[in-house]
């Protein structure tokens, strides 16, 4: 609960603690919210068939875009947790703000799936050649 801008709380850097925080929500939204897990499922079993087939880059490029991916699919989830929090209730301002929120992980999704859908066809090419 520390806060290094207003110098509340327990002193002291503690990188375990941070690692387990990173684990924790991570464990939250995969467990919790079945888009993100479907998702980060399907680029599991992409990124193995790569690793199988020795293919880095696109090994690479699909780590990027699942990064990509999972990184605004949380912060959309933690905005609306937070709106659904403070405003229980119908609210013009919360539309916006959750709307703006699911735009933008909406786009990384676009590129994550068109990514994945072009790496998929390239591995079936690989099998069948
Ligand atoms: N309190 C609210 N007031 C006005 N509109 C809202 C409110 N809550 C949600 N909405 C509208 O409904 C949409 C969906 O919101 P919701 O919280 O259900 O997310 P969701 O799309 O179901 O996301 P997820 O599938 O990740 O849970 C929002 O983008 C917004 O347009």
């Known amino acids: 609960m520390r806060n290094k801008f207003l110098g509340t709380g327990e002193k002291g850097y503690h990188p375990i603690r941070k690692i387990m925080v990173c ?29 199988l087939l020795r293919q880095w880059i696109d090994f690479l490029l699909i780590m990027a875009a699942t990064a990509l991916m999972l990184i605004a699919e949380m912060f959309n989830s ?31 999704i676009l590129l994550w799936g068109t990514i994945l859908i072009v790496e998929l066809s390239r591995l079936w090419a690989v099998l069948c050649a």
């Open 23 to 51: 684990i924790s929500g991570l464990r939250y939204a995969i467990r919790y919210d079945f888009s993100v897990s479907y998702k980060v499922l399907l680029s599991i079993s992409t990124l193995v068939a790569c690793f």
């Open 78 to 108: 933690a905005i609306e947790a937070l709106c659904d929090f403070i405003e229980t209730h119908e609210n013009h301002k919360i539309k916006v703000i959750k709307d703006i929120s699911a735009a933008a992980a909406g786009i990384s």
